[in-house]
């Protein structure tokens, strides 16, 4: 398995990005929720940009969403789903990992649900 991170890495409730390991020049998105990590291709379905405001910071004012820094669409952890902005209705690309204790793996990408 590729090791994308250290849990211990991200603060709860906040998001990193990190080389995507198989996908040059792409990166992946993993937010932590407490022991948990979800993760997910750091590219807007609106634009194809990257998401973050500055460098490994993604999340929205009240820390419960990823939002974009481009037009501002929000989107739901641990869905991905766009719940507000231009890309309303679809998702973010969901990556699968594995948390293993502190360590986080690279499983797959899997194909956007909608
Ligand atoms: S590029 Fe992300 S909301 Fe427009």
Redesign the pocket.
Known sequence: MKKICQLSEIEDGQAHAYPHPEKENRSVIVARMGNEAFAFLNM?P????E?QFQENKFMSFDGSQIQ??????LFDIPSGYCNW???SGQSLIPISIIVEGDMVYFNAETANPL
């Open positions: 807007c609106h634009m194809g940009v998401l974009c820094a481009m037009h501002g669409a902005g231009p890309c």
